[in-house]
């Protein structure tokens, strides 16, 4: 059965480091997303992107954060200069059609540590 | 406001039970979808089961049943015949109109099946 995947499943990194969180959604979606969850904390939408462009994104997703979809099956999250804050789950989705009734499909995530 | 709310933390079952776990949302919009997600200690998200806002008859996936009342504005997730498996942190979401890309989460609630 086709699935999101995602690396790395862990990563460690220093303040003020740059991170890329990669994904490749199921192949035949077409719109993507990532969320964050910090520990104990519920499911927070960051950003979705549909045709090479960011559809919405939330408050979170400030200057610091990117997107970029750089070949056919990447997906990828950038986040420029890590804050200890930035220390969570982040999870990629895909969705095949857009639609209140259509199921975003999610990845295993990436725990990333801020130190 | 909370667009969706899951009043419950924690719970605990015994094998072979029921289980329900409450949902209850806000929305103006006429069209939008609910969801249920697993979050097993491993971390990851998995799909449950969909209740469309249109949708006559309570959706069922095997084990899972949704109690959705409309009028109300609930959507209670029924995990019949309890497996030890199923100790998960269990999340509600909601997705309105064609145009909202986004997934909005509960708190969740975590349940723990006993032996």
């Known amino acids: 059965e086709p699935e999101v995947t995602q690396t790395p499943s862990h990563q460690v990194t220093q303040m003020g480091q740059e991170v890329i969180l990669r994904c490749v959604p199921i192949s035949n979606h077409l719109y993507f997303y990532w969320y964050r969850q910090i520990l104990g904390q519920k499911v927070e939408f960051l950003v979705s992107?549909?045709?090479?462009?960011?559809?919405?994104k939330s408050e979170i997703f400030d200057d610091q954060f990117s997107v970029e979809r750089p070949d056919g099956s990447n997906f990828t999250l950038k986040i420029r200069s890590t804050k200890l804050e930035d220390s969570a789950m982040y999870f990629c989705?895909?969705?095949?059609?857009?639609?209140?009734?259509?199921?975003?499909?999610f990845g295993p995530g990436t725990r990333l540590l801020v130190l | 406001a909370q667009k969706i709310t899951q009043t419950q933390p924690g719970m605990f079952v015994q094998e072979k039970e029921a289980v329900t776990l409450d949902c209850t949302y806000d929305?103006?919009?006429?069209?939008?979808?609910l969801f249920w997600y697993k979050q097993p200690s491993s971390g990851e998200m998995i799909f449950l089961i969909y209740?469309?806002?249109?949708?006559?008859q309570n959706a069922t996936e095997g084990r899972y049943s949704l109690n959705f009342q409309k009028a109300r504005k609930s959507a209670n997730l029924v995990i019949s015949a309890s497996q030890l498996g199923d100790s998960a942190m269990y999340f509600c979401?909601?997705?309105?109109?064609?145009?909202?890309?986004?997934?909005?989460f509960g708190a969740g609630t975590t349940v723990t099946v006993r032996a």
């Open positions: 929305t103006s919009d006429p069209s939008y979808g």
């Open positions: 209740q469309g806002s249109y949708d006559q």
């Open positions: 989705a895909s969705s095949e059609a857009l639609g209140s009734q259509e199921t975003q499909y």
């Open positions: 992107f549909y045709n090479n462009e960011i559809s919405e």
């Open positions: 979401a909601m997705r309105e109109a064609v145009n909202d890309y986004k997934l909005s």
